[in-house]
């Protein structure tokens, strides 16, 4: 009987030692079915009588897991970040938010590889000490001394290029119109929208902005506001209760964090085969929620920060469900919508977006700086309600 629980200790642990070895190519879930696998067939012989039903057990372990490390390692190729973008400095977390970008100037130096070690690109964000992405001025700025408000995610950040690159500095020198970041990556709706309702960017400026921009990625702002993040599990909750949106406090509040949970959710398999399922169950919920963010959006870009609201819809290279079904109802209401598929056709190009990750390059975010400032000058100036001529 020792011997039995030392050869399973010592198959476990040999498992367990080599799923870390390799965990940059495994899932949690993939290890935990080799680990099983492992103990499974370290016992087997032991028990006579169950020995053909452990087998069997064993096997189809090693089935999934394989499968599982099929679908994480084919047939796209592994993009791996850097050390340098995984410093315990650069996020932080926040009471309100769940988390942002640490406060402080400094210059972060950011890494994106191929699992070969070739670099997908190599580029610097400079922080400054708001723990805003940093906009360098330029003397084309002085149309106004009000600024430009941008608030999104990654896309609004500028995720792998440089500061000179992103969206908001290149429409600030195309525009000549003082831009300032609060985008912050993985960031959904309603970190924008909380954003809003406690005046974060007061602290940052104390004036009225000239106007607030909302980056949109509709398919991804829905799963993110709906809590399913897995690095966002303490951001703000809103639902809809009797026809309004209502402040529910923190995702963790009704958040799934079981050890259980969290190996599943880590799965390929089982967020192709079975989150799928509770996604299109759950559809028409997500996107009431966030179409209800963004009018509360609007209302208090109007009433408190006494400036128009616009809404950059990202619904390319990505034309899906999702995509249409907010375009339509954002065009059937008087929030201003600037649709990317219509005003850059050109954007539905991979050419445009980085290999492996899919943000944006900076060609890209030229194109869409160019568009919003026509859109601009055709809505901003045109006697658009809350708007500073």
């Not at 994480?72 to 977390?93: C, F, H, N």
């Not at 020198?173 to 007061?202: D, K, M, W």
Request: charged share 20%; with cysteine.
């Amino acid at each position: 009987m020792n011997r039995s629980r030392i050869l399973l200790g010592l198959s476990f642990g040999g498992a367990l030692a080599s799923g870390y070895a390799i965990r940059l190519y495994l899932t949690p879930f993939a290890i935990f079915c080799f680990c099983l696998f492992v103990c499974i067939i370290a016992v087997a012989g032991k028990w006579a009588r169950a020995r053909i039903f452990l087998f069997n057990v064993a096997a189809v372990l090693a089935a999934i897991g394989l499968f599982e490390l099929y679908l994480t390692v084919w047939p796209a190729p592994k993009a791996l970040y850097g050390p340098t973008y995984s410093k315990k400095d650069y996020i932080t977390k926040d009471a309100e938010l769940g988390y942002a970008i640490s406060p402080g100037p400094r210059v972060i130096n950011v890494i994106l590889k191929k699992s070969d070690g070739s670099a997908v690109y190599d580029v610097k964000y400079t922080i400054d000490e708001f723990g805003l992405r940093r906009i360098s001025p330029n003397a084309a700025a002085s149309k106004s001394d009000k600024a430009v408000f941008f608030f999104g995610d990654s896309f609004t950040f500028g995720e792998g290029v440089n500061d000179e690159d992103t969206l908001p500095q290149q429409f600030q020198n195309a525009s000549g119109l003082r831009s300032i970041n609060f985008g912050v990556h993985g960031y959904g709706p309603h970190q924008v929208l909380r954003e809003l309702e406690t005046c974060r960017s007061r602290s940052v400026e104390n004036r009225d902005p000239l106007a607030v921009v909302y980056g949109i990625l509709p398919s991804a702002h829905m799963f993110r506001a709906a809590g399913r993040a897995e690095w966002d599990q303490n951001g703000p909750r809103y639902e809809i209760i009797d026809g309004s949106l209502k402040d529910m406090g923190q995702f963790e509040n009704g958040y799934d964090s079981t050890v259980w949970h969290k190996i599943l959710s880590s799965s390929r398999i089982y967020n192709q085969l079975l989150d799928a399922k509770i996604r299109r169950a759950n559809s028409n919920a997500d996107r009431e929620r966030v179409l209800a963010m963004i009018s509360r959006m609007r209302d208090l870009s109007l009433s408190q920060y006494h400036a128009p609201f616009f809404v950059l819809l990202w619904n390319v290279p990505w034309e899906d469900e999702d995509a249409e079904w907010l375009r339509r109802k954002l065009q059937a209401t008087d929030i201003p919508l600037l649709v990317l598929s219509t005003a850059a056709p050109e954007l539905r190009s991979d050419k445009f977006f980085i290999p492996l990750d899919y943000h944006p390059k900076k060609d890209a975010y030229a194109l869409v700086a160019a568009a919003l400032n026509v859109f601009f000058e055709n809505t901003l100036y045109s006697g658009i309600t809350g708007a500073s001529k």
